[in-house]
């Protein structure tokens, strides 16, 4: 019995995983210009490890389901002022949010520059001096 229930328990772990893989895969074929869509994703990830529903971050929010939904699908901003809220909702580090919500600024600036990432290297370094 316990190691059928071990097996259970390896088998949860390869799935969450293995979604993981596919969400992230699913997103490398498509256009990652729209505004929000690591955070968005991060912020849906991190719903349904919750098991909230769209209509409880909205409450959390004061906006509408339809913004929630938006805001996951990368299709609308999500408000600097919100990642607090968000991170006490889910039990997260603020500063992981405000990673993802400044790499989601610094994608939408560099997307269609040719030298963008020679942009980011340069300011790295001149960060590192």
Known sequence: MVLLTLCVLKLLCLYRQFRKLWLNLTYLGQDLSIQ????GQKLKELREEHQFVQREVAAKLEVDTAYVSKMEKGEKQISRSWLPILAEMFGVNEN?????????KVNKVIKDEPLGINA?????NEQNQ
């Open 120 to 124: 980011i290297n340069r300011v790295l």
């Open 36 to 39: 929000g869509i690591m955070l």
């Open 96 to 104: 992981d949010l405000i990673i993802e919500w400044l790499a989601d």
